[in-house]
Every structure is written in structure tokens, then in C-alpha cells.
């Protein structure tokens, strides 16, 4: 928990001297401050954040939501709102980490799957065998695939 303090009080001191930066990877938890040491996991928990920071100070400077290299799996569309993009004195800028190439995936990871035979492949689903939740596109290592009928 001190830990924890200690980074949020290092985050608003980041804000109040040149804005506001919050990082976000793919090994992070949003329960962090967003800090490098300590980022968030996703773009969601970094607005969030950002939202709530820039309610409890004024920043003088940008509020940045720099995110790591990876590849983030989104499982539903960032919604931003007016709420979300600032002031004119300290807007929201979204941007990549130096050197870094994220991609954000709109869809689920599937594992498991089973060879049946050359060019078949199956795999259990259980939200579609219980819950009856159905999908119309498959990607197999980025490119389109044909589901089984």
C-alpha cells in the first residue's frame, strides 16, 4: 500500500511540473498508478485515470497516455467522450513509446486448438457451446480463416 502511495504521490508530482504522463503496457495492472515502474494494462484504465487526476489537480501541461510496445486485446470499443479530451491548456495525447509499435486487437484469443487432419484444425469454445455466443470472422496468425460449417 505505501508503495502504491509513494508512485500516485510521483505521478501528481509529474503533473504538477509539466503535465500529466500515464503509461500503459501490456504487463501492467490497472489497480497501478500508471507510473513507467508501475503502468496500467489498458487504454480504458488510462482514461480513467487521466479522468480522475485531472479532477483532483490543474495540470499546466498535456496529459499523455504513452503505451508500450505489445499486442492489447480489447474486449469492448474505447468510448471517449468530451469528458475525456482535456482542456485547451492540458489536452490528452495519445501516443506509442519511443521505439514502440502497439496493436489493439478488437476480438478474443483462442487457444487450444487440435489438428484433425491436414488443413483441419478444431477447437471447444465454451461460450459458444453454453451460452450460444457466435462470431463470424477467425484470424490464424493475421489472416483471415474459413470456419468449418
Given at each position: 500500500m505505501l508503495l502504491f502511495l509513494i508512485s500516485l504521490f510521483v505521478v501528481c508530482a509529474e503533473a504538477q511540473s509539466s503535465g500529466l504522463k500515464l503509461h500503459v503496457s501490456?504487463?501492467?495492472?490497472d489497480s497501478n498508478p500508471g507510473t513507467k515502474e508501475y503502468p496500467l494494462a489498458s487504454l480504458k484504465g488510462a482514461v480513467n485515470r487521466a479522468q480522475v487526476l485531472s479532477k483532483d489537480q490543474k495540470s499546466d501541461g498535456p496529459v499523455e497516455i504513452i503505451i508500450g510496445d505489445g499486442?492489447?486485446?480489447?474486449?469492448?470499443?474505447?468510448?471517449?467522450?468530451?469528458?475525456?479530451?482535456?482542456?485547451?491548456?492540458?489536452?490528452?495525447?495519445f501516443k506509442a513509446?519511443?521505439?514502440a509499435h502497439p496493436v489493439f486487437y478488437g476480438g478474443r484469443?483462442?487457444?487450444?486448438?487440435?489438428?484433425?487432419?491436414?488443413n483441419l484444425w478444431k477447437v471447444r469454445i465454451p461460450e459458444v457451446a453454453e451460452t450460444g455466443w457466435y462470431f463470424e470472422q477467425l484470424y490464424v496468425n493475421g489472416k483471415r480463416a474459413i470456419r468449418a460449417k
Open positions: 501490456v504487463s501492467g495492472n499486442s492489447y486485446f480489447m474486449a469492448e470499443p474505447l468510448v471517449l467522450g468530451p469528458d475525456n479530451s482535456g482542456t485547451e491548456n492540458s489536452p490528452v495525447i513509446e519511443t521505439g484469443r483462442i487457444s487450444g486448438f487440435e489438428k484433425v487432419s491436414e
